[in-house]
């Protein structure tokens, strides 16, 4: 008998048909002569319009409260989603993070898993039990119920499949799984069948919104395959695992896996003499107050050393804040452009091939594009290019690139 961890996201959750339907998938697969741990999401946007209420009643909420709060979102789905199956005559019982033994560091807002009593668990299903888990809460030392950061419910479907040493990790959502692009942007898009952890990585870091990036390290560490798969068809998704499975089964021909775009980034520009302080300045206020800076490029002209960087579209007010403090009596000059987007050129193969940044560059010159920063990395090549342009530039490369073509040894036999 197999032990099988599903996930199901907000979506799939969203109202008391959805649940039904879900609660019919894991009585399916239970049937099939598996037990079952099933952890789900908050149903819909509740999240979101939780945050919402929270922002009517504070503008700086208590962190406890704040994680207090939002795992209330969870628990609705595990409260539901059991009565469904129950419903259905199957024997099920819900677990919140705490109950299920998941236990967490002090971070609250974004905890750190730190252990999983699995006993508790197990002890479930050895009574024959459907085990439903409130995904993206955690126990903290202190007694606290802590959230795991947004997404975090991926997080939790992985970290228990290590732990309970699933034979299967499947997360359910609305879509069919990872795509070479965005299907609603460039049609012949294709559904990828294997991609490599690191690759799924900087997919999910660009802008991909399909599995929460910690819950990809987290797999990757642990070797815990992925199966990204939809809720609503039966079809099967993309496996996410390792690079050498994914050279035994894809061709190996394809040097890109995908192409992801994030229209939510901004670029700053600062005119300053003094760079080395200032430079250091930002580098260690904005780690302190958790904005990530990306392509930083900095060069002199006419005396003035003039300093660019990325960050994500949420940050732009912070970010202002803090440098207008950085560079009070500094005569500096600053502008933001939020009118950029970052375009990530995706694979495993660009590892040894410089060439596919050449190309990268010739596609899009042939387009009339002309990327304003650039930068590479070992299986990533990013550019920033006109908001504008993005979708243009998506297009033009996946078609460069031939994605559409992309397929399997399987689909050959
Ligand atoms: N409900 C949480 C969120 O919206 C966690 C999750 O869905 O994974 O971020
Ligand atoms: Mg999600």
């Known amino acids: 008998m197999s032990l099988v961890v599903m996930k199901f996201g907000g979506s799939s959750l969203a109202d008391a048909d959805k649940i039904k339907h879900v609660a019919g998938r894991i009585i399916v697969k239970k049937k099939g002569g598996n037990k079952i741990v099933a952890v789900v999401s908050a149903p819909g946007n509740t999240t979101d319009d939780l945050i919402k209420m929270a922002d009517k009643i504070t503008c700086s909420p208590s962190f406890r409260e704040m994680d207090v709060l939002l795992?209330?979102?969870?628990?609705?789905?595990i409260a539901l989603l059991a009565m469904a199956i129950d419903t259905m005559g199957e024997k099920v019982i819900s677990m919140t993070g705490a109950q299920a033994g998941i236990l967490a560091n002090e971070d609250y807002t974004h905890a750190r898993i730190k252990k999983i009593n699995s006993q508790k668990i197990y002890n479930q299903l050895a009574e024959d039990n459907i085990v439903i888990v409130a995904g993206f809460q955690a126990l903290n030392p202190r007694g606290d119920v802590t959230t795991l950061g947004r997404g975090g419910s991926d997080l939790t479907a992985v970290a228990l499949?290590?732990?309970?040493?699933?034979?299967?990790?499947?997360?359910?959502?609305?879509?069919?799984?990872?795509?070479?692009?965005d299907p609603r942007v460039v049609k012949n898009a294709k559904k990828i069948n294997y991609i490599s952890y690191d690759e799924m990585l900087e997919m999910a870091n660009s802008g991909s919104q399909v599995l929460q990036s910690r819950s990809i390290e987290v797999a990757k560490k642990f070797n815990v395959e992925i199966h990204s798969r939809s809720t609503f068809s039966e079809n099967e998704g993309t496996i996410i695992t390792n690079e050498e499975k994914?050279?035994?089964?894809?061709?190996?021909?394809?040097?890109?896996?995908?192409?992801?775009?994030?229209?939510?980034?901004?670029?700053?520009?600062?005119?300053?003499?003094?760079?080395i302080n200032v430079v250091l300045k930002i580098f260690s206020k904005f780690s302190e107050v958790n904005i990530n800076i990306d392509m930083l490029s900095q060069f002199v002209l006419d005396k003035n050393n003039i300093i660019s960087f990325i960050v994500n579209g949420n940050d732009v007010k912070k970010a202002w804040e803090e440098l207008d403090k950085i560079t009070l009596n500094c005569n500096a000059s600053i502008s933001c452009d939020e009118?950029?987007?970052?375009?990530?050129?995706?694979?495993?193969?660009?590892?040894?091939?410089?060439?596919?940044?050449?190309?990268?560059?010739?596609?899009?010159?042939?387009?009339?594009?002309?990327?304003?920063?650039?930068?590479?990395?070992?299986?990533?090549?990013?550019?920033?290019?006109?908001?504008s342009d993005v979708l243009k530039a998506v297009a033009e490369l996946h078609k460069g690139f031939d994605l559409s073509k992309k397929a399997n040894k399987g689909d050959l036999q």
């Open 71 to 77: 795992a209330t979102g969870e628990m609705i789905s």
């Open 161 to 181: 499949a290590a732990a309970l040493k699933s034979d299967l990790c499947e997360i359910y959502s609305d879509v069919e799984g990872v795509y070479t692009t």
């Open 246 to 275: 994914v050279k035994e089964k894809e061709m190996e021909s394809f040097l890109v896996s995908g192409i992801a775009f994030d229209k939510n980034q901004a670029k700053f520009t600062i005119s300053i003499l003094d760079t």
């Open 339 to 387: 009118h950029i987007a970052k375009i990530s050129i995706i694979g495993i193969g660009i590892k040894n091939h410089s060439f596919v940044a050449a190309k990268i560059f010739k596609i899009l010159y042939r387009s009339g594009i002309v990327p304003n920063m650039v930068s590479i990395s070992e299986i990533k090549m990013s550019c920033i290019v006109n908001e």
